[in-house]
DNA sequence: GTGAAAGCGCTAACAC
DNA sequence: GTGTTAGCGCTTTCAC
C-alpha cells in the first residue's frame, strides 16, 4: 500500500499538500493535478486508520440489533444503510441475540474503533450506556427505549395493538387471544397492552388473562403459544400477534390444524413480508420498519455532526391492511 | 479515553508493560496485577485504532452480500459471525443491491481499513479483486464464484435444480416451468440449467423454452414471471423456482389466482423460513445457507493465520424435502 | 522481566 | 498556497 509520502515525492510536492487534495483543502490546480497523476499510478487509497487515530473519529457507524434473522430489522438496517452511505458512512451490523454481553462488547468495540456512533435495538432495558456516553459517542435508540435520556425512534406500539385487535372485534371475533414477546420487553408489553385495553372495553366477558401468552419474539415462540392455546378447554376463535415471526410461527400451526385463516381469525402486528398467504387472509398492522431506520439515521448523522439540542423521541404509526374489503359481511361462521 | 500512558502512570510501570499485559506476554504477577488495578480504575479501553495502525491487521472481516433483506444472506451472515466471534473477529456487514460500484466502495474501504479478509457473494463476474489481492488480504468467494483462483463455498446449484425438477416430474406435472435469476449470475444459470436437463430427458416432447424465465432474483420478479407463464396460451402446469424470493412471489401470485400449490405444482430451490403454507404443498430444496457461512468463515480465518496452500473450493448440497409423504399418489388431477 | 524509543500513516497547527 | 513538524495510541525491537 502506498502511501501519502511516497505519492508526495512522485508528484513533486509536500505530503500535506497530498492530504490536502484529499481532503478538499485548497490546493493550486497543478499541484492538485500532479497529486491525483500520481495517486492513480501507485493506486493509493488513503489509510483510513491512520486518519481515524489522526482525527479521533471514523466515518462508521454501528446499528446494534438482537436479531438479524428478522425481517423487520432488516428493513431497518437497509433504512439506516442508505442515509449513511449517502454520507459517506458505513455501516457495521452487530447482531446481539438478545444477550446482554454480546451487546456490551460491541458497545464497547464501537467506543475502541472511535465509531462515529451507534444505533441501538437495546436487548433489554438493562443496557449499560454508562461508558459510550462517557466517551461522548452519540447513540440514538430504535424500536425500544433504554432508560437513558437519548433521542430515540418507536413504534406506536400500543395503538398497533389496539388496532389489530379492534379489527378482529369487528371481523365478529370473541374470544380474542394474544401472542406477545417477552414481558420485559417494551415492545411486547405495550402491543399486549393495546389488546387488552379493547378487550375489557368491549368484551368485558371475555376472559382475557387466560388468553394472554408471553412467548420469544421467534417463529418457534409463536408455534408454542398457539398450540397451547389450541389446546385451551375452550379455545381462541381469533389471535393477534404481537410481532411478524409470532405471526408467522401462529399461522403455520393453524394451517397444519386445518384453521386456515380466517377461519381463526389472524391479526399480525409487522409486516409480513415474505408470506404466501391471500393477502386477504389476514388483518396486518404494517410497521414502517425502513422510515424507522432512515429518520434514526438522521438524528445520528445531526448528533455526530455536533448538535446538542434535547434529545427528541419520534414516534412511527403502524398503518392498517385489513383481511377484509370493506362492507363485505365477516366472521358470522366463526363467531360461536 | 485512557490511554497506556495514563494507566501505566497509575500503575507504576512502562506502557510497554501495559501493553504486554493486555497482550498476554510474559510480565511479572505483581506488575501485572497493578495494571488490571489501573486499567479497571481508569476504565480503560485498549485503542483499536492505534493498534490497527501499528500491526497492520485488525480484527475485523467484512462481508459483501448482494441483498441484506434475502434470508439466505442472513442465515449465511448468522454463520459467518458466530465463527468469527468465536475467534475475537467482528464482522462488517456490506451489503451491495448487485451493484458494482456499490461492492468497488465496499471492497476499497476493506483494504484501507486494514480489515483482516472478507467473504465475498460477488454481485457479478466482472467484479475487480485486483486491489485487495494486491493488499495481501485474503478473500473467500461464497455462493457465487469469482474468476479469481481463490478460496470458495458454493451450493451444488445444478443437482438442486435437478431435484426439484424430478419430485415434480415424479408427482405427475408434465408442463413445468421455470423460473430463475439473472442469466449472468451463475447460480441462475445453474440451476436453470438442472431443471432444463431433466425436462429434455424426461419430457422431450415439452417445449422447454418457453417455459424458462429469466427475472431478477427478488420476489417481485417471482410475481412478474408467473404471471407471465399463467398468461401462456398454453400454461405450465408446474414450477420450478430457482431461489427463495423467486418462490415466495411465485407463490402469491398462485395463491391469488385459486391456484395454491399443489394445483399448481411448485418446487423452490432454497428454504422458505416464513412461509405459513401447509409443509406439504411445496417441495423445496433446502440449502445450508448457515453452514456456507461457517465453512467460509473457517477457511477465510485459516487463511488470515498464513495457511497459503492452493485455492480450495467446497460444494455443499441441499436437501430436498418433498411435498407430499411418500406412497401417496399425487398429481393425478392436476396432470391434464 | 522491564523500560526507552522509534514509528505505523495521517492531519493540523504553525511558519513562511 | 505550501512545507515542516508534532503527535494521535499503540506495539515492538533493542538494550539492560
Redesign the interface.
Known sequence: ?ATIYEVAKLAGVSPATVSRVFNGVAVSDEKSAAVRDAAKQL?F??????R??RKQE?EVIALVIPD??N?YF??L??GV?DVA?KAGY??????TDSQLD?EAT?L??A????MAGVILAAASDQTDLD?IR??GRPVVAVDRGTGYDIDGVVMANRTAGQAATEHLVQAGYRRIACITGPEHIETAAERAQGWRSVMTRQLPEVDVDELLRYSTFR?DGGRESMEALLALPEPPDAVVAAN??LG?GA??VL??HGLTPPKLGVAVVGS????????SAVTVVKLPARHMGVTAAKMLLERISGDDQQARTVVLRGEVQPARPAGEAPGSTTSK
Not at 45 to 50: E, K, S
Not at 111 to 114: K, M, Q
Not at 272 to 279: A, G, K, N, V, Y
Open positions: 500500500m493506486r487509497t488513503p489509510n483510513r486508520t491512520a481515524t487515530l471514523s438479524i434473522e425481517p432488516t428493513e438496517a437497509r444503510e452511505q458505513s455501516v457495521v451490523l452487530c447482531n454480546k460491541y464497547q468495540i467506543i475502541s474503533e472511535h461508558d462517557a466517551a417463529v411478524n415471526l408467522v399461522i403455520q394451517t397444519e409480513l413480508p415474505f408470506t404466501t398467504l391471500s393477502p
